[in-house]
Nanobody, 127 residues
Framework: QVQLVESGGGLVQAGDSLRLSCAASGHTFSTYTLAWFRQAPGKEREFVVGISRYGITSSYSDPVKGRFTISRDNAKNTVYLQMNTLKPEDTALYYC????????????????????WGQGTQVTVSS
C-alpha cells in the first residue's frame, strides 16, 4: 500500500499563496487517484481536490475552484496543491489521500473511497 507524507503547510496572510506537496512511496504511483482533503476544527473532513490516475482528469470543490490547482509528477511520486488567494476559511489540516478506486476519467470525492492517508499538514490563514 502506498504511504504518503505531506509538507508545505504554514501560517500565511489572506491573499497569500502556499504550495503543499505529498510524497508517496511505492512503484505504482501513477495508477492511484490522489486527492487533498481538509479538516477544520469542529468540522468534518471535506474533499478539496483530486486528480485521476495518470493526471488525465481533476475535480475541484466549489470553494476552491479558480484558486487551487492540483498537479502530479509521476516520475517523482509526488502530488502538489498550489493554493492561491488564500482565505481565512481555508484554515485547516490538509491531508493527502490515495486510492485505486477511479479511472483516468473519474475522481472520487468520497472520503470512504480513500484507503491511504498522510499525517496532515496545517494551513493557517490570518485575516
Amino acid at each position: 500500500q502506498v504511504q504518503l507524507v505531506e509538507s508545505g503547510g504554514g501560517l500565511v496572510q489572506a491573499g497569500d499563496s502556499l504550495r503543499l506537496s505529498c510524497a508517496a512511496s511505492g512503484h505504482t504511483f501513477s495508477t492511484y487517484t490522489l486527492a487533498w482533503f481538509r479538516q477544520a476544527p469542529g468540522k468534518e473532513r471535506e474533499f478539496v481536490v483530486g486528480i485521476s490516475r495518470y493526471g488525465i482528469t481533476s475535480s475541484y470543490s466549489d470553494p476552491v475552484k479558480g484558486r487551487f490547482t492540483i498537479s502530479r509528477d509521476n516520475a517523482k511520486n509526488t502530488v502538489y496543491l498550489q493554493m492561491n488567494t488564500l482565505k481565512p476559511e481555508d484554515t485547516a489540516l490538509y491531508y493527502c489521500a490515495a486510492t485505486l478506486v477511479g479511472s483516468r476519467w473519474y475522481v472520487s470525492s468520497r472520503h470512504a473511497d480513500y484507503d491511504a492517508w498522510g499525517q496532515g499538514t496545517q494551513v493557517t490563514v490570518s485575516s
